[in-house]
């Protein structure tokens, strides 16, 4: 048994987009679209070069993994919502695979969270 979520070794990211936007935190993200209600999805980066982490958009093998999760609409219609100032509402990565139960994929020593529910 697997305990951590594996890459698939043949993948298409159908469902969501990347979407560039002002946000504090990030510059680009994963957004997942129904209607006009949104859903932005971040995934933390790192530089070994340079020692920097960052927020973008999530890895293109799980974007319609997360998307065709039997519980994906019941987790977006409770927190996806329209764009203030051009910002959707946010989750992180990790937020959303615990949500849905979906098996985590690996942390990372560098990686960091949030404690707060919005981003």
Excluded at 17 to 41: E, M, N, R, S
Aim: proline fraction near 6%; hydrophobic fraction near 35%; aromatic fraction near 16%.
């Amino acid at each position: 048994m697997r305990y951590h979520y594996e890459k698939p070794k043949i993948y298409k990211a159908v469902y969501g987009t990347i979407y560039a936007c002002d946000h504090p935190v990030y510059a680009q993200c994963t957004l997942y679209q129904i209607g006009d209600k949104g859903l932005a999805v971040i995934q933390q980066r790192y530089s070994k070069d340079t020692k920097q982490t960052w927020w973008n958009e999530i890895d293109p093998w799980l974007v319609d993994a997360l998307y065709l999760h039997p519980n994906f609409i019941e987790f977006f219609n409770e927190r996806g919502g329209k764009p203030k100032d051009g910002i959707y509402p946010t989750v992180s990565i990790r937020q959303i695979m615990w949500a849905l139960k979906m098996k985590p994929i690996q942390k990372e020593r560098w990686e960091t969270n949030f404690d707060r529910r919005l981003i």
